[in-house]
């Protein structure tokens, strides 16, 4: 079985040399992203004859990077064996197109669903026209560029040292008081930035700043992959006219000092779907988007035609755009929420329409072979969900229900459980598992009283097979 190991800064410097050749183009794979975002998404690494892949953790489920060196082929063989005796799905993330091809003609990874969300979407630069703005589309950035010297006078850049870190805190303090009105994410990234910015040199990160009368007024954080320039922080004081492009102009322009080859892209990273920093980013004119696909091999959703399932008045079918209110209103209910076990309000990526937030999250969840997610209706009245997911490598599965208050204690519940657990046992060929908390004893019933047996518990939940 191949061996994961944890992310730590020792580790992670270890596998730096593979990091480097990272060839998806995208920014999930490079040292500072991960470093950022070990807390969300619970990092490790393994080597495999002289290969190279990445564990993570995405929507509370296992991801595993395609695999590059020497053996990917080869690796690819060990990841199967492995996820079989882990019992865990084979998720492959951060798959741009070139390597979607690959999995599309590998006969091993067959059926397979495979999505990419537009917001997590990498915007790709040509270096070039990053340090130049030169041509007729650049006009914005390069008046931009020239107002901030007419007012201030030619930026003076320079690289960060340690010693530089007291005035990037003074100035990230001052940038706190622009932008009190930031989300989860943003808070989040300023405080991993702050992190991030401790430990530059041991990941070969790179940080560089512009001063104004001896005052950091703006500064960003990337890395280098081959011909690739990443960008990973990008920050500035918006009361400094045009310092946003200055920056990264003066950003992508001094990096070529530390690169052994000539730069020929720049990767910025998503926008994490803030309207806001799309119509930025698609400002400085982006040569392609990078999309990262989620693929999931053998997934029971794989070539699937949601089904109609009847018992009577209640049907479990396919979500509906007229059904986005009123699921809104479940997945807000706090009575529904407090034995469904995901807290939105501290999800930071949660991010969108507001009123589309939960729909089009459980739709991209089907679409990527996730999650089997179907509407609870009666007399064609939505009242609540079942979901099955959690499927397994080994073909087990866990199921979920949840309906509005009102229509609880009337046995809709039982039905709607019992008739996803026969459809998924005889149509789909799948081990049934449930879980409920301990306190939720109409859960703990009706899970009983569909067939299930009682197999573990631990401090807050009971454990269920069939």
């Excluded at 979407?121 to 107002?147: C, I, M, P």
Aim: glycine share 6%.
């Amino acid at each position: 079985m191949l061996e994961f190991k944890p992310n730590s800064i020792n580790n992670l410097r270890e596998v730096l040399p593979y990091i480097r050749q990272n060839p998806f183009r995208c920014s999930d794979l490079t040292a500072g992203y991960i470093f950022m975002w070990q807390d969300d998404m619970d990092f490790s690494f393994c080597v495999w004859n002289d290969t190279f892949c990445v564990r993570m953790m995405i929507n509370d489920q296992p991801a595993y990077s395609y695999p590059y060196g020497k053996d990917p082929d080869g690796m690819v063989d060990e990841l199967i064996k492995h996820v079989h005796e882990m019992n865990e799905p084979l998720r492959i993330y951060g798959v741009n197109e070139e390597y979607m091809e690959k999995i599309r003609q590998d006969s091993r990874l067959q059926p397979f669903c495979a999505d990419y969300d537009v917001k997590w979407s990498d915007y790709l630069y040509d270096y070039e026209k990053a340090t130049t703005f030169s041509g007729k589309k650049f006009s914005g950035q390069r008046n931009h560029v020239n107002r901030f010297v007419k007012l201030y006078g030619k930026p003076e850049t320079s690289f960060l040292e340690e010693k530089d870190l007291p005035d990037v805190e003074e100035m990230l303090e001052r940038y706190e008081h622009e932008h009190e009105d930031r989300g989860l994410l943003e808070t989040s990234e300023l405080e991993r930035t702050r992190e991030l910015l401790k430990i530059c040199a041991q990941l070969d990160q790179h940080a560089a700043c512009i001063r104004y009368q001896g005052k950091i007024i703006a500064f960003s954080i990337g890395e280098i992959i081959g011909d690739m320039l990443v960008i990973h922080v990008e920050k500035a004081l918006r009361e400094y006219d045009g310092i946003y492009p200055v920056m990264y102009q003066e950003f992508s322009r001094i990096m070529q000092d530390r690169s052994a080859v000539p730069l020929r892209l720049v990767n910025r990273e998503d926008d994490s779907g803030d309207p806001g920093l799309r119509i930025s980013k698609m400002q400085y004119q982006p040569i392609a988007r990078v999309h990262k696909y989620l693929v999931h091999v053998k997934s029971p959703c794989a070539g699937l035609t949601l089904p109609v399932l009847r018992d009577g008045v209640l049907v479990l079918d396919a979500f509906r755009e007229e059904d986005i209110p009123a699921y809104h209103r479940l997945n807000l209910d706090p009575e529904v929420s407090r034995y469904w076990g995901y807290d939105f309000e501290n999800d930071p990526y949660l991010i969108g329409e507001e009123d589309r937030l939960f729909y089009d999250s459980t739709i991209k969840d089907t679409s990527w072979g996730d999650s089997l997610n179907l509407a609870i209706r009666e007399n064609d009245t939505f009242i609540g969900e079942v979901i099955l997911w959690h499927f397994t490598s080994q073909g087990d599965a866990e199921l979920g229900c949840r309906i509005f208050p009102e229509y609880q204690h009337h046995g809709y519940g039982h039905r709607a459980f019992r008739m996803m657990t026969e459809y998924a046992e005889q149509q789909l060929h799948l081990k049934m598992n449930a879980k409920c908390y301990k306190e939720n004893t109409s859960s703990y019933r009706m899970i009983l009283g569909c067939g299930y047996t009682l197999c573990g518990e631990d401090e807050n939940f009971y454990y269920f097979t069939r």
